[in-house]
């Protein structure tokens, strides 16, 4: 099963009532609909059979707009056949429609325009893509998906009828009414996503309606307003206008809107189509030999009124050859206008009746001979289910259209070379594209209004002046041609100028019709159309600029001579982290509130304060929540998810070991020479000769552990200070490293821990865990290079990679209020200790060292591991080769009782001995955990990243964490998930 079933599932049978069962035969169901349709027939009065056949709208809002009450005394007047839902709050529809049905006697057939989902029409839902932008679409199954999705919330909501989809070719830019509601121009393309849309919601339940026959798309009026004409040939109208009507005529639509068109090829009277025998009787009932049911667009819109009188517009309506009478303004009259003319012979009875039979054969089929009331209970939670969230992100980020890409510049890389400043257009409506795009790479933000001023602009030109790369995003769009589809000419100048002078990547947000309203377009780096301001269109096109998201979508329209319709770069793989719903990997949300639960247990027992917690599965970024507060105080701040941790020992795995990876990969290290080679001040001890793979495996014979940060409290001093020789309050040259706050340290301290080191006996050479060979590696880097760890971690990686949030002393770049305190230390720097390293070692070393010192986020920390999960490839980089990685991850000494990789913890393969992370981890799984309560995993045969942070040493290094054991259990549950996912 492919990931769209597994989420489309989810979604559709949540929201599909109970007894929607499939009957036995279709013969037999035949039978019993007939048999349903006459015992209502011979209930209902001629009168009655009438009013069967129209449509009233209804809002089932709050306050006076609320028109129940009046559709109530209409029904128990008339007994009309149905309702349109034309604006509803959730809170209070199921009662008010629950209501309407309870006071008619035959239920109520309900419909909704709900062309992008019942949000069209109803608050507090989500809202799929408009037409156009699934136009985009190469995969018309998805719009299938979709279809169903609808159907599912329609269901939920009691409405039987969806007035969709539109079929119309929107060839005309300038079309006010139709534009974005469109597949687009290609009739092609309109015709097979409008079928799939239609299969979609008949699979689902709903009746499905082809709307604006015979073809509203070549017009630029708008027909609520004015009667709009269409005037082409019969032979322009049959092969384009009428196409996809036909495909899904063929196809079994259970019915046709007829729209408010004057169409002189088809009626020389020039009547509204919907009142045009021409159009209805002849063209689509004969011609097209269309028998489903055909329904009028309202008859309260002008392009009618204004055509003919509105007592008589029902009449003529049904005496064109439409089947349903939508929305005329006065129901009783119009019913006695028709009644009149059975009684004169201008209307037979038998077309009553056979109408009235279509009526209750559609309100059979939508489920009404066994109708249930809509239960209120649940209506949002299911209207919003995540399954259908995620089918709307994956629906647009297949959309997403690369029209143009200079040099290949998208996706970006080498990050480390670019300054970016991202620009938003439309002042705090681009929050959710400038959050995403800071998830790949540090980004500085400039805001200017929809309208900016000339000065305002020059300003801005200059503020950009120090960047190399722009990226512009056009988020207050417009999708009418009348408001210039939200484009202003002088920003538009100002982009297409800034583009001629550097790199600009332009994203518009909204039609792409809006696009030719740049002149000099061609300027642009990169061109992308996202077609509306979205929070999905937003997070989904900000990964395709970094290559989260590969560009998969075709223009549904031409623009201009510039670019034809079906225009589209194809990109085939993504190179970077991917940031998706649980749902669309096929995992469902609930299945992760296990993990949520364990968090909460954690914070309410004290174990740690708070946390990230990041899952990725083949690159798809699908956990990635925090937790908790950064103290256990109520003023402390809750941790957000770039909120930046000391990783403690991760640092050897994140700083020092992918350092000797790249200088192992350039010949600059040989693992199996003695470290000696590289540290000339290890000649004359007895650490010249431990090899570099001994440090690695940390089965050097090298000690644990001292604590240095003792030597320096004179014996003298009650209470014990630190000895003023090495320390001072104040950072001076004497005294640059930074050992916590109002605490710096001479270089003689480091110095000192060196020559201990260096002079420390040597034990036996079994494995034993010990800091000492990491900062032994650190040395030899360094003298290598010529480069300080922290440099070389920055610009080998950190830089590179975007790991912007990421390095060696944090406080140089991050604010004190985003780091969370790793400790009370009221042994050594009597002090709380933030954003500095809580290492007491490292600390004395000024805060860089191989084994400990560096900060950074979940977020960052993945993007490094991905890499190595990749193989040594990230963002279409390679770093490493595959065998390196191989040869860095794997077991060295499993036969002789070490479980350890170059650098890497590995999974203890002895049953029954304890080890760092459970069964569910395959053998040749990887990662390393940290002091303060980190712990990240690789499983390359899963393709599983899991990354816990925490502070869970605040205050007091209590172990609640490890007895109560948390992490265990977090990621035991995710590598079930995966398991669980890939046997289904």
């Not at 008619?104 to 325009?113: E, F, G, I, R, T």
Request: aromatic letters at 8%.
């Amino acid at each position: 099963m492919n990931r769209h079933g597994i989420f489309i599932i989810a979604c559709t049978c949540l929201l599909l009532p109970a007894g929607a069962a499939a009957h036995p035969s279709l013969q037999q169901e035949r039978r019993h609909e007939q048999r349903w349709i006459d015992s209502v027939m011979n209930t209902l009065s001629l009168r009655q059979r009438i009013a069967q056949l129209f449509i009233v709208s209804v809002e089932t809002v709050a306050g006076k707009k609320n028109n129940t009450g009046k559709v109530v005394a209409l029904i128990e007047k008339e007994q009309i056949g149905g309702v349109i839902v034309m604006k509803a709050q959730l809170d209070y529809y199921a009662e008010n429609i629950n209501r309407l049905q309870a006071h008619s006697p035959l239920p109520l057939l309900v419909a909704m325009d709900a062309e992008w989902g019942v949000a069209m029409r109803t608050d507090s839902v989500l809202k799929f893509p408009r037409q156009m932008m699934l136009g985009a679409l190469s995969d018309n199954r998805l719009v299938e998906s979709m279809g169903e999705a609808i159907a599912g919330q329609c269901r939920r909501m009691g409405v039987h009828l969806n007035f969709a989809p539109v079929v119309d070719v929107n060839n005309n830019p300038r079309n006010p009414v139709i534009n974005t509601r469109s597949f687009g121009e290609d009739k092609y393309n309109v015709a097979g996503k409008s079928r799939a849309y239609m299969h979609g919601l008949q699979n689902g339940g709903v009746l499905a309606c082809a709307k604006h026959f015979p073809g509203h798309g070549d017009t630029w009026q708008d027909s609520h307003e004015q009667l709009p004409s269409i005037n082409h040939s019969l032979r322009r109208l049959d092969s384009l206008e009428l196409y996809p009507f036909k495909a899904l005529m063929e196809g079994g639509v259970d019915a046709v809107m007829v729209g408010h068109l004057q169409v002189p090829a088809y009626d020389t009277l020039k009547r509204p189509s919907t009142l045009s025998p021409g159009v209805v009787a002849h063209l689509l009932r004969e011609e097209l030999e269309f028998s489903g049911l055909v329904i009028t667009d309202a008859l309260n819109m002008k392009a009618v009124t204004t055509a003919a009188r509105k007592d008589t517009i029902a009449l003529s309506a049904l005496l064109a050859g439409n089947d349903i009478l939508l929305m005329p303004d006065n129901i009783s009259a119009s019913i006695d206008v028709i009644e009149n003319a059975v009684k004169e012979g201008k209307i037979s009875v038998h077309k009553i009746n056979t109408k009235c039979r279509k009526m209750l054969s559609a309100k059979y089929r939508a489920g009404l001979n066994n109708y249930r009331p809509i239960a209120a209970e649940g209506l949002a939670a299911d209207l919003n289910a995540p399954a259908c969230k995620a089918l709307r992100y994956q629906l647009t980020e297949k959309a997403l259209t690369l029209l143009h890409n200079r040099d290949s510049l998208l996706p970006l890389r080498r990050l480390d070379t670019l300054k970016i400043a991202f620009l938003e257009i439309g002042k705090n409506e681009g929050r959710f594209f400038q959050q995403q795009l800071s998830c790949y790479a540090a980004i500085d933000t400039f805001s200017i209004g929809a309208v900016t001023g000339a000065d305002t602009l020059l300003l801005l030109w200059q503020q950009l002046a120090p960047y190399n790369l722009i990226i512009a995003g056009y988020h207050c769009t417009d999708a009418r041609a009348q408001f210039n589809f939200g484009v202003d000419s002088l920003i538009a100048q100002f982009l297409t100028g800034l583009a001629a002078e550097k790199k600009v990547i332009l994203d518009f947000f909204g039609t792409p019709y809006g696009i030719k309203k740049f002149n000099g377009i061609r300027n642009f780096a990169a061109l992308i159309v996202s077609y509306g301001n979205t929070q999905y269109s937003q997070e989904r096109s900000a990964q395709l600029l970094f290559g989260g998201v590969a560009a998969q979508g075709r223009l549904p329209v031409s623009i201009d001579n510039l670019w034809g319709a079906g225009s589209g770069i194809q990109q085939e793989k993504t190179t970077r982290l991917h940031y998706v719903l649980p749902e669309e990997i096929g995992v469902p949300d609930a299945r992760l509130a296990v993990i949520d639960t364990i968090m909460a247990e954690a914070i309410r027992q004290h174990a740690t304060p708070g946390a990230q917690v990041m899952a990725i599965y083949k690159g798809d970024v699908f956990y990635h929540r925090a937790f908790g507060t950064h103290a256990y105080d109520s003023a402390s701040p809750p941790v957000a998810p770039d909120d930046v941790y000391d990783w403690a020992s991760l640092t050897k795995i994140s700083a020092t070991l992918p350092v000797i990876m790249h200088l192992t990969e350039q010949g600059s290290i040989t693992l199996d020479a003695p470290v000696g080679n590289y540290i000339p001040a290890l000649e004359n001890t007895n650490k010249n000769s431990l090899k570099i793979t001994e440090l690695l495996t940390h089965s050097s014979g090298l000690q644990a552990y001292l604590p240095f940060q003792l030597s320096f409290f004179p014996e003298r001093e009650i209470p014990p200070l630190l000895d003023p020789l090495y320390f001072s309050p104040v950072s001076s040259g004497l005294y640059p490293l930074q050992v916590a706050d109002s605490l710096y340290a001479s270089p003689e301290v480091a110095k000192f821990i060196r020559k201990q080191i260096n002079a420390s006996p040597l034990l036996q050479k079994t494995y034993r865990y010990s800091d000492w060979g990491f900062m032994y590696l650190q040395q030899a880097a360094e003298n290598i290079t010529g480069k300080t760890l922290d440099q070389l971690a920055d610009s080998l990686f950190y830089h590179r990679l975007g790991m912007n949030r990421t390095g060696y002393l944090p406080l140089r770049r991050i604010e004190k209020e985003r780091i969370p305190p790793t400790g009370t230390d009221i042994t050594f720097r009597m002090q709380r200790l933030q954003g500095t390293v809580h290492d007491p070692t490292a600390a004395l070393l000024g805060g860089v060292s191989g084994h400990a010192g560096v900060f950074g986020n979940a977020n960052d920390l993945a993007k490094l591991l991905q890499l190595y999960l990749n193989g040594g490839t990230y963002g279409g980089e390679r770093y490493f080769s595959d065998s390196l990685i191989t040869r860095f991850t794997g077991c060295h000494a499993c036969d002789k009782g070490n479980r350890r990789g170059l650098g890497f913890d590995k999974p203890e393969p002895q049953k029954g001995k304890p080890g760092p992370i459970g069964n569910e981890w395959s053998l040749e799984s990887y990662g390393h955990s940290g002091y303060t309560g980190n712990l990240c995993w690789v499983d390359p045969t899963h393709e599983l990243i899991v990354i816990f942070l925490s502070n869970r040493s605040f205050p007091d290094d209590d172990k609640k964490l490890n007895t109560l054991r948390i992490r265990p259990k977090i990621f035991a549950e995710f590598a079930h998930i995966i398991k669980e996912l890939k046997i289904h």
